[in-house]
């Protein structure tokens, strides 16, 4: 079991640092302004 969150904290990561810099092209510094506090707040709820 813990295997498998290491696993979902690694998918987590990537996905999160994807969506990240697609944000980042797509809105420029905006988009990061915006959604970066919110993938802290997640990265704080994965964590524990």
Do not use: Q
Request: charged share 10%; hydrophobic share 50%; glycine share 12%.
């Amino acid at each position: 079991m813990e295997l498998d969150l290491n696993i979902l904290k690694i998918l987590y990561y990537l996905l999160s640092s994807l969506i990240t810099s697609t944000l980042g092209t797509l809105i420029g510094a905006g988009g990061s302004a915006l959604f970066g506090p919110f993938l802290l707040l997640t990265e704080k709820f994965f964590r524990g």
